[in-house]
């Protein structure tokens, strides 16, 4: 990856709170994310390391799910109008007005939990943090994200989604025709839970 942000620095804050099992680290991540071609591209890299360096293995999960979050914040914001970020207890999503975030989470946590029964020793779930699902309203803002990560990308033209491996694994989609969408990210979602084996695509896609 290419990194031109000149001098990186990060703010880690802690916010104890009353109860002490409830402190939580934060890393802010706004200087890793770069803006190209109008929309924010995370340095992975950059980021994997300050979150190895500074934070302890309890509290990874939590600062990469804020990470995420982060950089879920920033991309609504570069789309504009119409888009939103919703959360439930396993994934992150921008999703566009029109597409019901919750109707859409339910659904993937739905996907998950087959997944983890129907490939018990095989699939898994291994994003850092929580797992993330970046839905575009139309084909060419998806084309456009797909263009800012130059290889290692398993497109589906047909479904018009894609599972991201640069970096941290995550998936792309078109979709405002919910029923559509539905079949996208079930097919998407074994790519995310099976990419931890590294296996060649056209497995995965035998096995999607
Ligand atoms: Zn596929």
């Not at 983890?116 to 993330?132: N, R, W």
């Not at 998407?188 to 099976?194: R, V, W």
Request: charged letters at 25%.
């Amino acid at each position: 990856m290419l990194f031109n942000n000149g001098t990186i620095t990060f703010r880690l804050a802690t916010n104890r709170r009353r109860n002490e099992t409830m402190t939580a680290t934060r890393l802010d991540i706004s200087d890793h994310l770069t803006l190209v071609d109008g929309l924010p591209k995370p340095e992975w890299d950059a980021i994997a390391g300050r979150i190895e360096e500074g934070i302890g293995p309890d509290e990874r999960f939590a600062v990469w799910t804020g990470a995420i979050r982060q950089w879920m914040n920033r991309m609504r914001s570069a789309l504009g109008e119409g888009y939103d970020v919703a959360e439930s207890e396993h994934f992150l999503a921008t999703l566009p007005d029109g597409v019901p975030g919750d109707v859409v989470l339910r659904f993937a946590e739905k996907c998950r939990i087959r997944m983890l029964e129907v490939l018990p020793d095989i699939g898994a779930f291994s994003a850092p943090g929580k797992e993330a699902l970046l839905l575009f309203r139309d084909r060419a803002t998806c084309d456009k994200y797909l263009s800012l990560w130059s290889s290692d990308a398993d497109t589906d033209r047909f479904l018009g989604g894609a599972h991201v491996r640069e970096g941290y694994p995550h998936v792309a989609a078109t979709g405002l025709n919910y029923d559509h969408l539905e079949d996208t990210l079930a097919h998407e979602l074994i790519h995310l839970s099976l990419c931890h084996l590294r296996l060649p695509l056209w497995i995965e896609e035998g096995l999607s």
